[in-house]
């Protein structure tokens, strides 16, 4: 398989367009999106932040080394004033997308 880590660079790929199955009513945004990040924890990549997350907090953990931002978080009071980036970045939508099969 493909190890990230190993090839030492880096990747963004995006996706665009109108898939056929949309149209036809039968396309999950939700499941498509899942089964990017599932490819990408695989590998032992991480998503760019500017994308909606479908993962759990711990797939997110194993994407991203959350430790030391956690506890920088805690030091300066952060955890009380700010959300997390995973809850920033959560695809709130994704219960109901994932329904919407």
């Known amino acids: 398989g493909i190890n990230a880590e190993y090839m030492g660079i880096g990747w963004d790929v995006g996706v665009y367009g109108v898939?056929?199955?949309a149209n036809e009513g039968t396309?999950?945004?939700y499941e498509a999106h899942r089964k990017v990040e599932e490819f990408e924890i695989g590998i032992g990549g991480s998503q760019m932040l500017y994308a909606p997350?479908?993962?759990t907090p711990e797939e997110y953990d194993q994407m991203f080394d959350t430790?030391?931002?956690r506890r920088m978080r805690k030091k300066y009071?952060?955890?009380r004033a700010f959300v997390s980036t995973y809850d920033k970045m959560f695809?709130?939508?994704a219960a109901a997308a994932k329904k919407r099969k």
Do not use: I, N, V, Y
Request: charged share 20%; hydrophobic share 35%.
């Open 91 to 93: 695809w709130r939508h």
């Open 53 to 55: 997350l479908c993962t």
């Open 27 to 29: 396309f999950s945004a």
């Open 19 to 21: 898939p056929r199955e």
């Open 77 to 79: 009071g952060g955890d």
């Open 67 to 69: 430790a030391l931002q």
